[in-house]
């Protein structure tokens, strides 16, 4: 059995069984006589152990990830500086509440992420466990410092299951269905989406400023009783979207000019996923509000929500919580920052540019792949419909890919940001291999 540092030097799968072999099928059986039945399972995966890009699963078959646990392990699987800092922390403190008292390594990263927050102006951090609950927060911040009620979201958009976050999806009307009332005052309006126009014959026809000004601002709601306009600069699980350049922009214009704040949900498209810390900064726009979550301490739970100093006016007691900034979290995520600041953002922008204009090649040379688009190792490819984009995702997982489906009928790439060229190259062939196999 090879080390979990010889893991991580796989450049391509290596299956020693059929997926899934035995062992995989026995866990799967028990899995399913106990666990909840709304854990929406996407094929039958079994790790057992994982470095860098590669996971073992418990029959000892090597795959490729190309999900990194739904984008989350952004320094790779287990990378050994991470490892190293959560073995330090858990052995001097494993837990003592932020919320009432006061824990070092939680001060050095809220330093940190405030240094990193967009524009370089003064920021506050909140953390917590995960990026429904920094979404929670800012939308709780927003409602409290501005003493409005309404929240606008957009179609297409993931913010999380819990209530408020559930209220602001809108990209299934499973993740709501029976599940109602949900949190009133929550509107929606259209992303730019030029594969899936919202309203009108495309986005570009009618831009989601007009949308917002000439429909909702005058129809449903005034604007000086909107406490915040919630996005995600590049979409996630609605497909991996990419607005057009100036869009975001716009979006920053209108909150200015009706005093809304913009809230930057970046739980997924944040920590240089897209080549830089932040998505928005592709665009130059300062939020407000920024989430993040997910790849911000390479798979121990975390989320913030950083804010500009002046909306932080919120007084003791309003908001807290037992566990969010855990100090293991936080030494996870002080050490996933130094990397992806050192080294990892700009090679996700490198890596990334080489998996797009592979894929761009694969797009060409059939029908079956409508686009790609993308940012860094943000990368969607969208195919006919969704049964397509189900079955490359099943194609691509029985040859040792691992990839997710997400939104109506794209297929997401995003693997863990020390992915090499050999391994997007061997990525690329399993890929055009399996939409040979669909036709
Ligand atoms: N926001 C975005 C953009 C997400 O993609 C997700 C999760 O996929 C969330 C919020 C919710 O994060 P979590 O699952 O950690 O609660």
């Given at each position: 059995m090879s080390t979990i540092a010889e893991l991580a030097l796989a450049d391509?799968?290596?299956l020693v069984t059929e997926l899934p072999g035995p062992q995989a099928r026995a866990l799967v059986e028990r899995d399913a006589r106990v666990t909840s039945p709304s854990l929406p399972r996407a094929y039958p995966l079994v790790p057992a152990r994982a470095a860098g890009c590669v996971v073992e699963d418990v029959d000892g078959n090597l795959l490729l990830d190309f999900n990194a646990g739904i984008a989350v392990t952004s320094?790779?699987?287990?990378?050994?500086d991470v490892v190293?800092?959560?073995?330090?922390?858990?052995?001097e403190l494993l837990h003592y509440s932020a919320s009432d008292f006061y824990l070092p390594v939680y001060v050095d990263l809220c330093e940190r992420l405030a240094g990193l927050f967009p524009g370089g102006g003064r920021a506050r951090v909140f953390l917590t466990n995960s990026g429904t609950e920094a979404?929670?927060?800012a939308v709780k911040l927003a409602r409290w410092h501005t003493g409005r009620q309404y929240v606008i979201a957009f179609f297409g958009s993931f913010h999380g299951r819990t209530y408020g976050s559930a209220s602001l999806t809108a990209s299934k009307a499973r993740y709501r269905a029976r599940f109602g009332p949900l949190l009133p005052g929550v509107l929606?309006?259209?992303?730019?989406d030029s594969f899936r126009p919202n309203l009108g014959r495309s986005e570009w026809d009618f831009p989601t400023a007009s949308y917002l000004e000439g429909v909702l601002f005058e129809r449903l709601?005034?604007?000086?009783?909107?406490?915040?306009i919630v996005v995600e600069p590049i979409q996630g699980e609605g497909g991996y979207v990419v607005p057009p350049p100036g869009w975001l922009a716009a979006l920053r214009e209108l909150c200015d000019r009706h005093g809304i704040l913009l809230v930057a949900d970046e739980v997924q498209s944040g920590i240089g996923r897209t080549g830089r810390m932040w998505a928005i900064e592709r665009e130059g726009v300062v939020p407000d509000v920024l989430v993040a979550g997910k790849g911000i301490a390479s798979g121990m739970p975390l989320g913030a929500m950083l804010a500009r100093e002046e909306v932080v006016t919120w007084t003791p007691g309003t908001h807290g919580s037992t566990y969010g900034g855990n100090p293991v979290a936080c030494a996870a995520a002080l050490e996933t920052l130094r990397l992806v600041e050192d080294e990892l953002a700009a090679r996700a922008a490198e890596t990334g540019d080489r998996l797009l204009a592979g894929l761009g090649g694969l797009a060409r040379r059939g029908d079956a792949i409508r686009g790609v688009r993308g940012a860094g190792l943000m990368v969607g490819i969208e195919l006919a419909d969704h049964e397509t984009a189900a079955a490359l995702e099943q194609e691509c997982f029985r040859r040792g890919l691992l990839v997710l489906s997400a939104g109506d009928a794209a297929l997401r790439i995003s693997p863990p940001l020390v992915v090499t060229p050999a391994q997007i190259d061997?990525?690329?062939?399993?890929?055009a291999a399996a939409v040979g196999a669909l036709d």
């Open positions: 391509a799968p290596r320094t790779g699987h287990a990378h050994p190293e800092a959560i073995r330090r922390q858990a052995g979404v929670e927060a929606h309006a259209p992303y730019a709601v005034e604007p000086e009783e909107v406490a915040a061997r990525a690329l062939e399993i890929l």
